[in-house]
């Protein structure tokens, strides 16, 4: 069975930080480029980061280039999300995507 357990969402305050994490297993993780998609309350999921498999390439949306930072341990089957500097607009839940497979996601609130 496929799983995908983020975790690591809370509250933060405006210009905080966050780091979450995602544990995959029932697949093989090193061969997956691994993404972040995030869902805004009210709102269609937008991606947010992906990372290749192999040499690990990463990229990222316009609008977290710079606060965000993707990254993977394949050894540990996992995928970070580094957050810096969140502002309300990040508030969402959070998801790692391995297509076609969705983990549950992790909330993201960001407020004062």
């Known amino acids: 069975e496929v799983q995908l357990q983020a975790s690591g969402g809370g509250l933060v305050q405006p210009g905080g930080s966050l780091r979450l994490s995602c544990a995959a297993s029932?697949?093989?993780?090193?061969?997956?480029?691994m993404n972040w998609v995030r869902q805004a309350p009210g709102k269609e999921p937008e991606w947010v980061a992906g990372?290749?498999?192999?040499?690990?390439?990463?990229y990222y949306a316009d609008y977290v280039k710079g606060r965000l930072t993707i990254s993977r341990d394949n050894a540990k089957n996992t995928v970070y999300l580094q957050m810096n500097s969140l502002r309300s607009e990040d508030t969402a839940v959070y998801y790692c995507?391995?297509?076609?497979?969705w983990g549950q996601g992790t909330l993201v609130t960001v407020s004062s």
């Open positions: 995507v391995a297509m076609p497979y």
């Open positions: 029932g697949f093989t993780f090193g061969t997956y480029d």
């Open positions: 990372i290749k498999y192999g040499y690990g390439n990463t």
